[in-house]
């Protein structure tokens, strides 16, 4: 089993790996079934009754499932080539892009609630970018 995890040293690889993994999982949820980009997405809640108006469609579920397999594919080059300057940016790029996006369709477009959803997104997404920062001397050489 540990001939297919990164042979670099340090967790940082293995964590790229796991998040790729679980991102290409994730991609496959939201071209099957609406129900994990309304997590994230859920707009806004009506005052009048309790429902939500989640702008999540078939389409924007496929677009985000795209989106986020392209970037499950990044990470996954760089958990194996980690020391690659140009991978390890593509990689780091990715988590700001995504950071950027939830906290804008949050706090700027209001399409994203804080919940469970969108605070794993962002979880990932600040942790990985943080920790992709702080260790980019170490990795990249």
Known sequence: MSSYLPSADGYLPI??????VISAGNSIQCYIDLNFPRRVYSGTTSSSASTSTSPVTPL???????????SSVIRLYAAYNISDPLVYQLALWTYAIGAAHFASEWLVFGTARWGKG????????????VWMLTQWGWYVQ
């Open 15 to 20: 964590w790229l790996l796991l998040i790729s």
């Open 118 to 129: 969108l605070g794993a997104a962002v979880a990932v997404a600040s942790t990985s970018l």
């Open 60 to 70: 924007s579920a496929r677009t985000f499932g795209t989106w986020t397999f392209l």
